[in-house]
Each structure stands twice: as C-alpha cells, then as structure tokens.
C-alpha cells in the first residue's frame, strides 16, 4: 500500500510545497527556479496527496502553499510573482539582473514565453494527431493513480476533449497557426544562434527569462513530437539548452555573469525585436478589446490577420511590464528606451 501525504502533514512541517506536473511548463519553470536558487521544496501530484488542501482560484498549476498575512498557509499562482516573493524572501542566486533596466528586458522576455510562446506549446499539442495521442496517453499517467488501458483510454480521451476546444483562448485556429509556427521557427533560429556565443539568454547565468522559455520548452522540445521534430531540425542547441536549464543547482554564478545593457548581443536585440513583431501588438490589441468590451480580438500579426478570444490577465501583464518600466531611474530609463527603439517593444510603453 503506498502511504499518501496527508494535507495536516503539509500544512504542519513547514517545507516548501507545490501542487503540480511534469506537463505543465509552469510547473517546470518553478521547479527549476527553486532549483537553481537551491530553495528546498516539495513538489505533489494529485495522486500523492489526501485531504483538504487550500485551492486557488482559478485552480491554476503550479498551485503553492504559502504563509498569508495572518501566518496561515494558502493557496498562490502565478509564476512571475511567485519569483519575484522568492527575490524577495531568498537573496543568494537571484534570477534578477543587477541592472534596472536589464531586469526589465528579463521581465520582457519572460512575458513572451509565458504567454506567447505557450501559444505554440498549445497549438503543437492539440492541432496534431500524433501530438494529441501522445499527450492523451501520457498526461493522465503523471496525476493519476496506476490505472488499466481502458482506464487510461478513457481519462486520455476526457484530458485531450477538455484542452481542444481550449485552444481558442491561447488562439491557435486556422487563420493563426500558420502565424504562431512561423514564429515558433525564427525564434528557434534566432535563440539556436545567440547559444553558439552564449550559455543563457542573458550572458553566463539564468535569468527569469531563461525560466519562462525552458518551461515552455520542456513540452515543445522534449515531449510534444511534431514540435519536438522541428526542434531538432532547426536548433540542436536550444534541444540541449533545455536538458541543462532543467537542474542548474550546480552552477556558481556572479555578478559579472550578467550581459551589459551597453553591449548586449545581436541576437538579444533580434529576440526582442522578434518579441515586438508577434506579441507587443498582440499585447495592445488584446488591450483595446477589453477597454471596449469587444468579444473578440480581431487584428494584424506579422502581416496576417489575427482572431482570438480577449484575455484578460494579459492586460495585467502588461500592466507589470509598464510598472516595471515606470520605476526605472530616469537615466535608468533612457538606456532601456534606447534598446528597446525600433523593435516593436517600444509601442508597449507609449
Ligand atoms: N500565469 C500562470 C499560468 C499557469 C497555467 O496556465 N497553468 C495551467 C497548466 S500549465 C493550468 O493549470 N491550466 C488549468 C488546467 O489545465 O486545468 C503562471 O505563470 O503560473
């Protein structure tokens, strides 16, 4: 009989706990964080646990359990907060640049593969037979007790039934997907050429960017197989990059790890121009149709015309980045304006 966690146990020992995972990407993106800043913590799957434990609403993973304002545990999500708490809490190892305005490119970043690159995570698992069965196959495996095929038939068939009609609020459709591969592909190009000179998005040590990428990653280059396929066809390294980002408790980061702002790497500008190409006018247009009440986000993408449903929560990440921004020195300020210039990015701030 395999003993299960009991909730009173979580909430009592005072180790750090996670519900999550392993396909989902923010679930990886924490669990590597934690890892790399040699936080210890408990990660739990559903199966592993028994009892009340506090829910978050909506009941997003990773969900974590943390002390609220009156020392009593609860229930928080959100990646980019979470990071920022643990900054916070924790300053040894930090995944935040030195630099003001860099941090804000890290953020930027971040953003986008969170909730841009997710969109092709989403799109290659759900919009391709072979993707979808595998997905259907495996995904119930890692939260469920051990069942029987036909058991495990019928749990894929209710995960893969649940998550395609889904794929409208990330917006992948037939006037969309073409637009997401295609950037999915110069991304894998552009960020395949900036490994060839550096470890990490930001120089010689993980910032919350490398985060954001490897957790969408770990689905798109290691588990999904028809984007896994274009990864290995066009990007050996960002298929190693996500095997490494995976564990990096080992590495001694420094100070000076940190690329400068008044040199950053071309391949750097092209992956922040390639951010202003495809998200910043998602970013704005999904902006405008919730300020109007509009039902549906109707605009152009790299040329093509683009539907989706509107998202609210992308509103409150943009909200972030330009708080982000507004708390920059001035001078701090200018140097992120001048990087930012001419790459599209700079309309996410006017
Ligand atoms: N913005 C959140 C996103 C979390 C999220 O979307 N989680 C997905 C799994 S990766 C989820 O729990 N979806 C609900 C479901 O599948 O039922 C974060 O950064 O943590």
């Known amino acids: 009989m395999v003993r299960t966690l009991d909730a009173e146990e979580i909430l009592r020992d005072g180790v750090l706990t996670f519900f999550g995972v392993p396909g989902s ?28 434990i506090p829910m978050a ?20 999500t959100d990646s980019t907060p979470l990071i920022d708490r643990f900054e916070r809490e924790v300053p040894h190892r930090s995944v935040r640049p030195l630099d003001p305005a860099l941090k804000v490119i890290d953020l930027l970043i971040e953003d986008y593969a969170d909730e841009w690159l997710t ?80 470890r990490y998005c930001l120089g010689a040590r993980p910032g919350g960017s490398d985060f954001g990428m490897f957790g969408q990653l770990t689905q798109l280059a290691h588990f999904d197989p028809t984007s896994m396929a274009v990864t290995m066809e066009r990007a050996p390294r960002v298929y190693g990059y996500t095997g490494s980002v995976e564990d990096l408790s080992g590495l001694e980061p420094e100070d000076s790890d940190w690329v400068e702002m ?15 190409r495809v998200y910043a006018p998602l970013l704005l247009a999904n902006e405008r149709a919730i300020r ?42 200018q140097r992120l304006d001048r990087v930012l210039r001419d790459t599209g990015c700079d309309a996410l701030f006017q």
């Open 57 to 76: 609403k909506p009941p997003l993973l990773p969900t974590f359990l943390l002390p609220g304002s009156d020392g009593r545990l609860e229930a928080v």
């Open 25 to 52: 990407p923010y679930t990886r993106k924490m669990a590597a964080v934690l890892r790399y800043r040699r936080i210890p913590y408990r990660m739990v799957l559903g199966s592993q646990v028994t009892g009340n």
């Open 262 to 276: 008044s040199d950053l790497p071309s391949t750097l500008l092209a992956l922040v121009a390639e951010i202003g």
């Open 119 to 198: 969109k092709a995570m989403f799109h290659y698992r759900w919009a391709y037979a072979a993707d979808i069965d595998k997905a259907s196959r495996v995904l119930p495996t890692w939260s469920r007790k051990p069942m029987s095929d036909e058991e495990l038939a019928a749990a894929g068939a209710m995960v893969s039934s649940r998550q395609i009609p889904r794929l409208r609020y990330v917006g992948s459709n037939e006037t969309t997907g073409p637009i997401i591969e295609a950037s999915y592909h110069r991304y894998l190009d552009i960020f395949e050429e900036h490994l060839k000179s550096h």
């Open 292 to 333: 109007s009440g509009a039902s549906e986000v109707d605009t152009v993408i790299d040329g093509a015309r683009w539907t989706q449903q509107p998202f609210a929560y992308q509103v409150k990440c943009l909200g972030w980045l330009r708080a982000s921004r507004d708390s920059l020195s001035s001078d701090d300020r």
